[in-house]
């Protein structure tokens, strides 16, 4: 006997996700997720980014599948760090983010950045209710890594090439890191930058600045 | 190795699905590009996440869906094996749409109490 059902593999996973969305929305927060591979950079750009924020009010939950180091790092620039570990999962799922969320007085934030673990492939399918996403390379990584991990490219808001300042000691090809990325996205906006230098690092700010107006109008 | 991450969420979405007094043979579903399913992997993963669950011994079955591309200059949607930004119209921005699909299409059972029950699913053991 067959059973019919079309049903979307990580749905309970969706269901979750939609909740998140709502919960936060109501709230006020724009929520960003930022994806990449381990040692992209996400962790020093977002300690590099919280002390440019202005008047924006952050909050940041942090996933890895081990330790506290990262949640330490932030909370030198953030009051309101959550740090999940996963054990052996090697992403975050929506009910991570709804446990941590709840640990979190939504009424101080106004940004909530979700550092998911590191891992370019497996995260990337898994809603976790935030507004954008954010697909990391870094200059380091290699300039071929956008058409190996399509997925990302595809889901992305904004894409981000970090460690730019080591463009001078790195052989990384430019345009070809740019055409495999317009193959995929013809449209997403990319921004070079380096926690390290400052490069970049005012546009990145003002795209979450823009970003989050734009979507609080909604 | 996401498709273990995929076949564990798989299998808490089949059990939901199974109808009772059920033992599950198929499980058939589709996957879009993006997903960068690889299948020999997700059918290894699969059997490794049912081991020792009722739905141990079935099989899965992946449909692979072909990449989606879009034309901005003509309008059109089609299919194609690759990626390709090349359009038969002559443009070159074709661009991928719909091609992240990840959905369990059909479960094949028994059913343990009719006696005409299909044995036409039931895969033989390997080396038979």
Known sequence: ?218 | MHEFSIATALLDQVVRHIPPRSVLRRVTIEAGPLQGIDPEAMRWAWEAVTEQTACAGSKLEIVQKPWRLRCPDCGQDRDAPELDNACPCGGQRCHPVDSDALRLLTLTVDQEDDPHASSGDRERPEGE
């Open chain 1, 1 to 218: 006997m067959q059973v019919q059902v079309i049903e979307n593999v990580l749905k309970v996973n969706d269901d979750i996700a939609a909740m998140n969305r709502q919960a936060l929305r109501q709230a006020g927060v724009w929520s960003v997720d930022l994806i990449g591979a381990p040692g992209c950079g996400k962790t020093l750009l977002l300690e590099a980014t919280l002390q440019r924020l202005g008047g924006l009010r952050p909050a940041v939950i942090v996933g890895d599948m081990a330790t506290q180091r990262d949640a330490d790092r932030m909370a030198r620039f953030c009051s309101q760090v959550v740090q999940i570990n996963t054990g052996k999962g090697c992403h975050l799922e929506a009910n991570h983010v709804r446990q941590a969320v709840g640990r979190l007085d939504l009424s101080q934030v106004d940004v909530l950045f979700v550092e998911n673990v590191g891992n370019l492939i497996c995260p990337v399918g898994f809603d976790l209710g935030q507004d954008a996403k954010v697909g990391l390379f870094s200059v380091s990584g290699g300039d071929d890594k956008a058409a190996k991990h399509p997925f990302i490219i595809v889901e992305s808001q904004v894409i981000l090439l970090t460690k730019t300042d080591l463009l001078p000691h790195i052989p990384f090809d430019m345009d070809l890191f740019m055409a495999d990325i317009r193959k995929l996205n013809p449209t997403v906006p990319v921004i070079a930058l380096s926690a390290h230098s400052g490069e970049g690092m005012d546009a990145w700010i003002d795209w979450i600045r823009a970003q989050s107006r734009k979507d609080a109008g909604r």
